[in-house]
């Protein structure tokens, strides 16, 4: 070692003052719903961690939540109520104040509920308060409200709830601790995001468990896959039904499951052209049959009968039935399901099909878990164990966003009931309040409306039949998105992809008023830009515009705010009371239930109002049963907050389960307590109640647990939930179709019906396939990356270091084929358009897709980004050449690009060409749109120092010592052997230690 | 030029990254950047923040690149990178002004921002990339390994480690002294054969790697195929009916 300068006055300070005070909320970063420290200091945000005690995150916290400050620090940032000046798209606002901005809205919704509420559309995007703004819509008296299901989640939300009481989605999850195959299906980084990372680095550290990804795309959680298997888009469902097949022919499958939780044993009618065909058979009291082996029919709920699965029987009518089983295994025994058959479709081999089918099996029943826990079936039938089959899975955007996404889901399912592994140690758990009964809860409201008055339910809801669908005489949908139509009959969570081009078109009615809030409709959603925003700046011949009104609330100056003609800027959720409810989406974990709160941590700066209490002073103004008093005055004066804490949907039941009732002692149920949001903050801003261990699995059909559902008020009987392989629901629509019933389907829609609601999955192409496939012979999707995930991140001063354009990926021999290198740049051709990206090459992506990051792409002057920002120059949209609507049909009509039985959005259906640019075209995307107004916001910085004046004075206290830290989270310690004392590594002879 | 502690203590505080789990979701990346912004290196500046060119100061960049093999058909790997935290830190020993320094008692590598002359030596002689200049404030930065956090009595103690490891949500980073081979990470960096960076550099660097675990790509020890129990569709069928209703 040389000689040389030595200083010894340097000592770092490693004591400082880090903030003032640490306040606790809810993270808004994305849709996990963490909970987060905020500490502050000199009223600044000082850091932002993961709160340690929360049941979502444990401590941990993503990109998204640590970049919170930046968020709040944004120039993007709105500071006033807008009124549009100029024509909709300049951006030109004129700042008006609130008082002005709230008589405006509610003088143009007074209008339209005195005349017909439904000309209101009020969709809500991101919202994370859905019983509360589905209840506004209600009160209002529009059936024409939904949040952004539509195009997001609800083909998996349908799905699962009309197959097994619950779905993938963030409403369960795989047993992480005792799982020992995990699939997950393409990409999931979407939704449960912190969880699911930490499940995946506990399951993976434990050893034991393999992960297998199936996915076109080798990226983030794939990454770390212990076989990544890159499937053709839209393919999954016959992948997963070749498995299926696979696991009958063999006979590796749960008959006792099948038997005691699934309706596999009820008898379905066979009568071909009889009205009840396909229904199950059910005896005078209505209950449904099954057969015994010495061919007696009992009611299925006779504690002592023991259903057989196949056979044919007659019916006291003397009409034949099958048991549902034999229906399903009929249909997937068939050779077209074989793994030969569905190799090419599928993109993966046979014998890799075939084995992956083995090593399921081998699992399943070579690799039976049993845990020491002691429970009670619904029946009272005590039971020793809790066993389980290992084999867990998980699916999300990837399956949910092509046109048949449904049933794919569906079969995912009926995969999973095959072999046992729902709500079964080691296998997929249900998060409370699921499971439901399927299909659950009410029906849609809104089959009448009629001026001043409310809705008689809430707006969404789940058909159980035709009967439900909001259609007219003729059988034409009366929403404007057209859910719950003959053409969409499932669509449980809305279209809103759908509802600008219906408002322009007049399609099912012209409305007066759209009303939307916190999602970028006229930029990055499911539907093409250049027609969005003709829809939205179009005229009538007398000069004004063709969807007459346009409110929007945003708490940034995104894309949309440009179309608006009024715009009630929004908080930061930093800024704001929010409630994470049981009621609409909660943040429970399959070991208990949980909310959580937002509290305003930091002082508001400008004069913007929580988009709630803009809600609560609306419903004031207009009168709304529920927000005014018959005098008039507000009933929630105190704004969100007041709300949360006093309002009661049903007695004793309101937003927030936690400390009910006058002395706080309420779990789940009990009057309003005036110090509820206290001890929410007293504990960190969640409350959360965990189930006993009996209570922890087989939830469908576990007494303890069904009695613990129905007093916290999740279910209204403590009966099992009995999962469906066989859809009746579904059998009823196409018996609609067939001719039978009330109410049909028009002539128009019969196949379509017919085709669709099949009572089992089926698979087939996704519509562009079908429509498009020749000349377009690549797929595309896209993901967001993991650090803007469902954020609003590329106004991140942070997040847009990181990624502030977007490459079309391209694997690398089908580039080479084309004569494309990376950096090329390339036109990007679907039937409804052309886009121009920069190519990167890859080779962990299927050869038959290309793909790119989403949303990355921004247009000029949107986001208070300068305008030569490369989220401008060179990020750009796949939504340039996606379409909302189909090709047209013969006669002309154009179906949503969507799923035909729940509506949701057919993004990851798209099919395209690429080609070379001439070199002349390098070095900026096209399609370019130009610049919007800056809407008075301030110029952006050029120079961020953040944190300069934060830096601590020393406390000049002793140093502490420091301990090791092994993987981070001390929570997950324990509970399984080898893992000490987080749940990131393992150590040796720490599996000996923890067993003693 | 500076020297290097002449009693060097045994401890090593540093970390160790496990590559097999790494999603490469940045989250430690962006929670060093809003610790350390207002830490010791306060701030790390951005410049250009929503311009054409925004660049700033970063103490943990993740890097994503595909390895091939055609064994194994290929893996996708994250890369996170920081200091190291290296026993013959080049970058202190090249420092002209005594700024960059390791210390005695942990080993941690730091820069002393008030004698720094922003010379940039450091970042060339450092063989992994890990220096990070300030151009604003004309000094050279650095990962701290969150000296002022992992010691903090103002702080709980759970909190009291890297900001990168306690908010990793996949545990992929671990902290603790590489220099006591009885310590938690030592031992994990044994059992997991933790490796050196670029070990023929010679700088000795205190953060290990976990390399990947090899892939259960299922070829090795294949369950036994499923073999069908019939010949057809209906001879499956007719076996069950024969099976369950034989009675």
Redesign the interface.
Known sequence: MTEGIVLRDERADTSPIVSDEVKYTTCYMCACRCGIKVHLKDNQIRYIEGNPDHPVNKGVLCAKGSAGIMQQNSPAKLQKPLLRVGERGEGKFKEIEWEEALDLAAGWLQDVRSDDPSKLAFFTGRDQSQSFTGWWAKQYGTRNFAAHGGFCSVNMAAAGLYSIGGSFWEFGEPDWDHTKYFMMFGVAEDHDSNPIKMGLGKLKTREDAKFVSINPVRSGYSAIADEWIGITPGADGLFVMAIIHELLAAEKIDWDYLKRYTNASWLVIQAEGDAADGLFARNATGTTLIATATGELLPHSDRKADPVLVGTYTLPSGKKAVPAFQLMAERYLEDTYAPEAVAERVGIKADTIRRIAAEIADVAFEQEITLDIPWTDWAGRPQEKMTGRPVSMHAMRGISAHSNGFHTCRAIHLLQMLIGTIDVPGGFRHKPPFPKPCPPGPTPAGKETAANTPLNGMPLGFPKGPEDLLVDEAGNPKRIDKAYSWEYPLSAHGLMHSVIHNAWAGDPAEIDVLFMYMSNMGWNSTMNVPDTIRYLTDKKPDGSYKIPRFIYSDAYHSETVAFADLVLPDTTYLERWDCISLLDRPISSAHGAADAIRQPVVALDRDVRPFQDVMLDLGVKLNLPGFAAEDGSAIYPGGYSDYMVNHERTPDVGPLAGWRGEDGSGQGRGGANRAQLDAYIENGCFWEKKFTPEQSYYKFANKSYLEEAVHMGWLAMPSPVVMEIYSETMQKFRLAARGFGDRQPPDHLRDRVETFFDPLPLWYAPFADEDKGEGFPLHAVTQRPMHMYHSWGSQNAWLRQITARNPLFIHADTAAASGITDGDWLWVSSPYGKVKAQAKLMRGVNPHTVWTWNAIGKRKGAWNLKEDAPEVTKGFLLNHIISELLPPREDGYRYSNSDPVTGQAAWYDLRVSIEKCDAADFGETEPMFEAQGAAGLPEPTELLRYGANLKGEASHLDPVPMKDWIGNRKENAGKKSGIKPGHGNQIDGDSEKEKE | ????P?TPSKKK?GL?I?L????????C???C????????S???????????????V?FNRIHSF?V?NEDT??????FPKSCLHCDDAPCV?V?P??AS?K?EE?GIV?V?AD?CIGCKLCSWACPYGAREYDE?AGVMKKC?LC?????????P?????P?C?????????????LGDPD???S??V???SGYDLMPEQECKPTNKY?P??P????NDA?????????DS?AG??AR??DK????
């Open positions: 030029m500076t020297s290097l002449t505080l160790v496990d097999d789990i790494c999603v490469g979701c940045h989250a990346a962006v929670n950047k809003e610790w350390n912004t207002g830490g010791h306060a701030p790390l500046t951005d410049t250009d923040p929503y311009g054409a060119d925004p660049t700033g970063w595909e091939e058909g290929g893996r996708t790997v994250h020993t420092c002004t005594g320094y210390r942990d730091l002393n004698h604003d701290t000296v002022d956090k992992i010691y903090n009595p103002n702080l103690e759970e909190s009291r480690v900001a490891v306690s908010t990793c949500p996949v545990g992929a980073r671990s902290f603790g002294d310590s938690d990470v031992k994990l044994a059992k997991r976990l990947p675990r892939k259960k790509l299922g294949p369950p036994p195929e499923l073999a069908p129990v019939a569709s499956v069928i069950w009916v369950f209703l034989s009675a």
